[in-house]
């Protein structure tokens, strides 16, 4: 990947980083266990949603054991808000048991070791390991994230994967974090998916996807 490509990329992560100076993590929460559970929950839904089913759900599960312990139906019922709810029971329940059986009760820090929990991918794994642990091991590649890297063509790539290899090329380790945050707002302020505000976005000028009525002007 060439130097130009890199700068090029990096100006636009400073010019978007400026216009979002608030860029972190929206969903609530204290502990490891608490962010991947939150993390699961978010899968099709929005992070508002799952603030406000987390809120009565930690008070209730704050251990492996206690997910355990909650009848399967009671944890449905809980979830049910977020959509997917018998899906993500299962990964919730397969994680905290994997979590007692392999890592003696404690979510494991690395985006390797992370995987390997049940119904834990790389964006899971990557949002746990850099906001609970302080690893840069990945970049969480949401549909956010992929529409801005493609529309701002830092990327053609449209399996997460591949997007989150070719962002982390361009970007240094330490801005990981960073580059997911950033472009994450980004998506769900300005760029939409629908009807991108264009003329609101500090990157405008050198994005190829733009489109600005004539009367706002470059």
């Not at 830092?154 to 962002?167: A, G, I, M, N, S």
Request: hydrophobic share 40%.
């Amino acid at each position: 990947m060439n130097a130009e490509r890199r700068r090029r990329a990096v100006d636009i992560l400073d010019r978007l980083a400026a216009q979002h100076p608030d860029a972190a993590i929206e969903l609530h929460y204290s502990t490891p266990l608490e962010l991947l559970v939150a993390t699961i929950l978010s899968a099709q839904c929005t992070d508002q949603r799952v603030n406000q089913v987390t809120r009565t759900l930690f008070r209730r599960c704050r251990t492996p054991e206690d997910y355990l312990a909650l009848p399967e139906a009671e944890l449905e019922d809980l979830i049910r808000p977020t959509g997917f709810f018998r899906q993500k029971t299962a990964a919730i329940r397969g994680c905290c048991r994997a979590i007692l059986e392999r890592f003696d009760g404690q979510v494991p820090q690395t985006t390797r070791q992370l995987v390997t929990l049940p119904g834990v991918g790389r964006k899971t794994a990557a949002v746990v390991a850099s906001n609970a642990f302080g690893r840069r091991e990945g970049i969480a590649v949401d549909t956010h994230v992929g529409r801005v890297a493609r529309r701002l063509r830092l990327t053609r790539q449209h399996d997460p994967d591949k997007v989150e290899r070719v962002l982390m090329a361009l970007y240094p380790r330490d801005r990981w974090l960073e580059v997911t945050d950033v472009l994450i707002f980004h998506g769900r302020r300005v760029c939409f998916a629908r009807r991108p505000r264009c003329e609101g976005c500090a990157v405008a000028d050198v994005c190829p996807s733009a489109v600005i009525p004539a009367a706002v002007g470059r």
